[in-house]
């Protein structure tokens, strides 16, 4: 759980890092089914393989290792989203209800680990109340040198900036004017493993690539309050909808495609 310094700092900075939530044979075994997952989707020839598209200037020999929705993939990260530890800590911040909306693992591969361009994640799904939070639980350690995640603290409180356009006209990737957010002056959130870093949507955030002789192996689990409803447009995903904490007292009227969890009736064609 988070002390009231925490959540003040929550709400000061837009991030938290909370300690203890995971540990133990539970964080080994979620470490051994995010390797098995990556194993297996190679072997399956899967396109796991990628890095954020972009005019950012990074080298092109680095890249990341990820799939979205483990909880597809795997029981025990279907279990980890129902961790009564982690979803009461996040139930401290966005309160009694806690709904999933995605997931997804980042491998940073070691020397060659791409980073992230600074960004919000509002433009992908915002949201009316802005309730939307990431909590991404570490199944390695995340030293400065590995790429650890890296803020502008109190950034939530701008509310959503402008992202960059390329000046080709290239597609958007909704991340932010380097020029004017370096990743280099973010301030740095090294994480030890099992640690949960919490920060809401509009915090700005991304990483450095990772140039040590280390993976760095992350867990993004993206949440709301159900009563919060999308903005615009879906973006759908495997098991969103699913209630971690509490009860969605909308039942599920603006969950994506409008209807992932609707009553029974409500799919039942007319006679
Ligand atoms: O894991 C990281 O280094 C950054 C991840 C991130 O910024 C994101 O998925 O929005």
Known sequence: MLNDEQIEQYHRDGY???????????????????????DRRMKNRARI???????????????????????????????????PAFVDTIAQVIGPNVQLHHTKMFQK????????????????????????????????????????????????????????????????????DPADWPVEKATRCPARRGDVVIFSY??????????????????????????DRPTTGDHPSHGQGLMLGGVDPLEGRHAAGGSLHLPREEHTKPA
Not at 73 to 78: P, R
Not at 163 to 172: F, M, R
Not at 203 to 216: F, K, M
């Open 16 to 38: 938290i890092l909370a300690s203890g939530l995971f540990g133990g044979a539970q964080l080994d075994e979620l470490e051994r089914e995010f390797d098995a997952i990556i």
């Open 49 to 83: 393989r990628t890095v954020w598209q972009g005019d950012w200037n990074q080298d092109p020999s680095l890249h990341l290792i990820s799939t979205h929705d483990l909880q597809a993939y795997s029981a025990a990260w279907t279990r980890a989203l129902v961790e």
């Open 109 to 176: 591969p070691p020397e060659k680990g791409a980073g992230f361009p600074m960004h919000q994640d509002h433009p992908y799904f915002p949201h009316d109340h802005d309730t939307m939070i990431a909590a991404v639980i570490h199944l390695s350690e995340a030293t400065e040198e590995m790429g650890c995640l890296c803020f502008y603290p109190g950034s939530h409180r701008q509310g959503p900036i402008e992202t960059y356009k390329q000046p080709d006209g290239g597609p958007q990737n909704h991340y932010l």
């Open 202 to 227: 509009l915090t700005i955030h991304g990483s450095a690539p990772n140039r040590s002789n280390r993976t760095r192996k992350t867990v993004l689990i993206q949440l709301r309050d159900p009563a």
